[in-house]
């Protein structure tokens, strides 16, 4: 079983930044693929961008190529999005998840395990 719960939302002007964090419970953290995806109002749960288990290989969504980052410290059970340059089109509620049956989790139907979700909300 894994816990996730994500903070560093909140409300920033275009062009700002935030740095989402997930931390997670139990001492499986390291076997779990990481995703980020997030959700605007009336529609899906789109991806945001993945991390394999150990950290060494990141895949991010064309959408936020070059200004999110995805990082994560296994020692500390946590995963981050860095968030820069951020444009109106980013506001949603964003939810970190964890998935044991794929290389990157870019597919919200295959992770295993969701956070509460943090709202991200950028004004123009």
């Known amino acids: 079983q894994v816990q996730l719960v994500e903070s560093g939302g909140g409300l920033v002007q275009a062009g700002g930044s935030l740095r989402l964090s997930c931390a997670a419970s139990g001492r499986t953290f390291s076997t779990y693929a990481m995703g980020w995806f997030r959700q605007a109002p009336g529609k899906e749960h789109d991806f945001v961008a993945a991390?394999?288990?150990?950290?060494?290989?990141?895949y991010v969504a064309d959408s936020v190529k070059g200004r999110f980052t995805i990082s994560r410290d296994n020692a500390k059970n946590t995963v981050y999005l860095q968030m820069n340059s951020l444009k109106p089109e980013d506001t949603a509620i964003y939810y970190c998840?964890?998935?044991?049956?794929?290389?990157?989790?870019?597919?919200?139907?295959?992770?295993?395990?969701w956070g509460q979700g943090t709202q991200v909300t950028v004004s123009s």
């Open positions: 998840a964890a998935g044991s049956r794929s290389y990157y989790l870019t597919n919200p139907g295959a992770a295993d395990y």
């Open positions: 991390i394999n288990t150990i950290g060494g290989s990141t």
